[in-house]
């Protein structure tokens, strides 16, 4: 069963999922219904080392460069409005074609130009983020954006990090405000 | 607390946790030319109404089965937990603009909207959502939602809305909508076939108010006649701070407003049918007019209702219902009182009394003619030293006595 997330909690899954290989990182929510700006919701992916930074822009997988130089991490698009069915947008991770020094990938989701838009999670219809182990189909976990996270633009959803040869997934669900960029600065991109 | 658009907050959850709670409308300001309108949609975990009866609006006050009540000045609603019909999940508060974008308005012209979650028993605010409303070209806003989760009953303050007004917000709940306010009248329409279900019937989203003095409005008689009408007078009972519990001791700062009416029927009787001297009718003998009680402690936020029965319209000839000031010094502008007349598949009618005269006692408000078997409403809004006068003023020859309440 998947772990449902609240705010700040941090969950070891090795139970859960100790022989991750494919994982499935889902970003979902509902299009606007009400007139005004689209949600624009947006899912990255930070591949960082042992330090918690990037080694170079490469490293950030987002709607502008969907793939990461090493083919481990597919980014399957940008959705601008959050239209259809099921995951609107979705991060691919094959584990082990992961180089050696990524220690930890970290993966984000936040509100494109919320400041301008005036937007937050909680304006938001069901948006969620979840974390589904690509092999068996099965969800790991999901942070459900619009409950515990209400007013936040920013959203660091999970880490999936090196646990001697395995890998482990810790929930993070910690909220900030000034969207990408602060994600980008925060693991040294300078934007 | 203040929750800003996006934010919830745990109704359940507060100490005590309140059975029912009351949400309590206000804009900035105060007096606006806008007309607004609170409507509140109850919606099954689809998201959407079960039926039209969820949609609790001007022409449907309450949630059948009960739970949700909206007050007859039409800026709250109270909503009872455990009185929900099983399988309610959501309650979508909304305020609209009637006619909005026809008359070219919308809530940029107000500078706030706020919203108030209390405790119905206590009265204690538990959250409040000011919105600022400048730049808003909507003329449909939701304000927020009431929603179950896990258990718990939540409140999300929202702040979005819809231009194209009430019609677009009904439909996106899943009401159907026959006619659209906002758009000019269509050339009239095919008769509609008799509906086997009447809940298949789409919901009359019309609403008229007779502005001026003199206008009137024809209600057409539609195959077995007319169900019940509710005429309700409600005005502004002061708030506590100007009522409050010495104000009521002394008589000050509230207006106490009686609702009454002469009727004449087909064969020629005439009487009245008001609180004084407990006239107060019945439904089912003649007059076919009831009035249903008289609040005098001002306890009722609906104000008093004046109920014709319909089937028995053909017996009537006409009625002209009337406001009394019974104690206090007349001050109709302080009462900012609304007549609305509702009667099943019609249009809801509203009468606004305007143009005051604080030196008169009563006020003549609407009269109800029988044409030809229909019902033709005429603003009137006139105001009389009496019952004497008022009644030589439309010739219903009554001998008057002084009367009191009992």
Not at chain 1, 171 to 182: P, T, W
Not at chain 2, 86 to 103: F, N
Not at chain 2, 156 to 183: H, I
Not at chain 2, 262 to 284: H, I, M, N, P, T
Request: proline share 4%; aromatic share 8%.
């Amino acid at each position: 069963m998947a772990i449902s997330l609240n705010k700040g909690e941090r969950l070891s899954l090795s139970k859960e999922a100790p022989h991750l290989k494919k994982v499935l990182v889902g970003l979902g929510w509902d299009a606007r219904a009400t007139d005004g700006a689209d949600f624009d919701l947006d899912a990255s992916a930070f591949l960082l080392g042992i330090d918690g930074k990037v080694r170079s822009e490469a490293d950030f997988i987002f709607y502008n460069q969907l793939k990461s130089s090493c083919g481990s991490v597919q980014h399957t698009g940008d959705n601008r409005t959050g239209a259809g069915e099921g995951d609107d947008e979705a991060l691919m991770v094959d584990l082990s074609r992961v180089p050696a020094e990524v220690q930890k990938i970290a993966f984000t989701v936040t509100i494109h130009e919320a400041d301008a838009r005036r937007q937050n999670f909680g304006q938001v219809g069901n948006a969620y983020i979840r974390l589904v182990n690509a092999e068996t189909n099965t969800e790991v976990a999901r942070y459900d954006l619009a409950e515990d996270a209400s007013t936040e633009t920013a959203m660091i959803f999970g880490e999936l990090y090196r646990h001697g040869s395995d890998w482990k997934f810790s929930a993070v669900g910690q909220g900030y405000a000034g969207g990408l960029a602060a994600m980008c600065r925060q693991y040294g991109i300078n934007i | 607390m203040d929750l800003q658009a996006g934010q919830n907050i745990s109704i359940s959850r507060h100490s005590p946790a309140p059975a029912a709670i009351t949400v309590a409308l206000a804009w900035e300001p105060a007096t606006t030319a806008l007309t607004l309108d609170a409507n509140a949609f109850a919606l099954a975990a689809s998201g959407k109404v079960r039926g039209d009866a969820d949609f609790i609006f001007y022409n449907q006050p309450t949630l059948p089965g009960g739970g949700i009540q909206r007050a007859g000045d039409g800026r709250s609603f109270t909503i009872t937990f455990a009185a929900l019909p099983a399988g309610i999940e959501h309650i979508v508060i909304a305020l609209t603009i009637d006619q909005g974008q026809r008359r070219g308005q919308s809530f940029g012209q107000l500078t706030q909207v706020r919203t108030e979650i209390r405790d119905a028993q206590t009265q204690a605010v538990l959250a409040a959502f000011p919105l600022a409303t400048r730049m808003m070209a909507e003329t449909a806003l939701i304000i927020g939602e009431l929603y179950l989760r896990n258990g718990e009953w939540k409140f999300r303050a929202v702040g979005q809305g819809f231009v194209g007004g009430l019609a677009p917000l009904a439909r996106q709940y899943g009401v159907e909508v026959a006619d659209d306010p906002d758009v000019a009248a269509p050339a009239a329409p095919p008769a509609a076939p008799p509906s086997a279900a009447p809940s298949a019937k789409p919901l009359r989203l019309e609403k008229i108010t007779l502005e001026k003095k003199g206008s009137s409005i024809s209600l057409e008689k539609k195959g077995a006649g007319f169900d019940e009408l509710v005429i309700n007078l409600n005005w502004n009972q002061g708030s506590a701070k100007s009522g409050g519990f010495f104000g009521r001791l002394t008589g000050s700062g509230r207006v106490d407003l009686d609702l009454g009416c002469l009727f004449k029927l087909r064969d020629g009787r005439a009487g009245a049918v008001q609180a004084l001297g407990d006239s107060f009718g019945s439904l089912q003998q003649p007059p076919y007019i009831q009035l249903m009680g008289d609040d005098r402690s001002g306890a009722s936020a609906e104000g008093e209702f004046l109920r014709i029965n319909g089937r028995e319209w053909a017996h009537i000839d006409r009625i002209v219902v009337f406001a009394l000031i019974y104690q206090g010094a007349p001050n109709w502008a302080e009462t900012d009182a609304v007549v609305t007349l509702r009667t099943p598949h019609q249009p809801t009618l509203e009468i606004r009394l305007d143009s005051h005269r604080n030196d008169q006692r009563m006020c003549a408000l609407a009269m109800l003619e029988n044409q030809s078997g229909n019902i033709r409403v005429t603003k009137l809004v006139e105001y009389f030293a009496d019952h004497r006068v008022l009644d030589q003023a439309y010739g219903f020859g009554l001998r008057w006595v002084a009367g009191s309440k009992g």
